[in-house]
């Protein structure tokens, strides 16, 4: 099985897909989480990526296109993957079904995640990570304990969940990402899924459809 997670930034996307990842033995795909790898370890990737991620644009489609194929070769993929930030616009889209057709896979089910835009700036302005092990916080729906995290690490803000990158991710989600509800809406693997709610309960909804698939 295969899923990929549509939504704009602050969705919940990212945390839906890691619960998918424990429950179904799917790997997760997180473009944004490669993307901000290749930026740590400055590589040539990462250096180019960074201008664009502060900005709050897409990077070049052939940039995330190399990371994102590179990932998809590993041995691992194989279990089925869960995409998550990939595709963001129709020509990645396009692009995504000519790498499945060539490896013979198909996406099963796309979550569409649904929020109103004032309720997403607000868990992005309040959204924190664990610099060392990834882990996500919200200072308003699941504050830390103190300034590290469980496992020691420290926690930070991601350098893009600031008023002005968050403006333009979201102006960015409505040009460019959007589109693509219609697009997997006509190859009828479309769910709709109402994201203003606590994420156990957005994960019921998550497990019925994918109980309703068959799987
Ligand atoms: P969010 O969904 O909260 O914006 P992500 O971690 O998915 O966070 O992405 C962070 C940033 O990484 C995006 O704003 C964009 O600059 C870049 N990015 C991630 N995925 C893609 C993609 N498929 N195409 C182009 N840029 C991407």
Redesign the pocket.
Known sequence: MNILMLGA??SG??SQAELIENDYGLLQI????L??KAVSEKSAEGIR?DV??SK????P?EL?LKLLTERLNDPDCNKGVIL?????NVF?AELLDGILEKYRKKIDIVFNIESPFEILKER?LARRMCAKCGKGYNMISNPPKSVYCECGGEIIRRS?DNEATIKN?LD?YLISTKPLINYYEKKEVLVNIDGNRKIPEIYQDVKVTIKKKGY
């Open positions: 930034p602050g996307k990212g997180s473009t944004g989480e993307l901000r990526a664009y991620i709050g644009e897409l990077v489609d995330v998550d930030g990939f595709p963001r990645q992005l893009d991710r960015v």
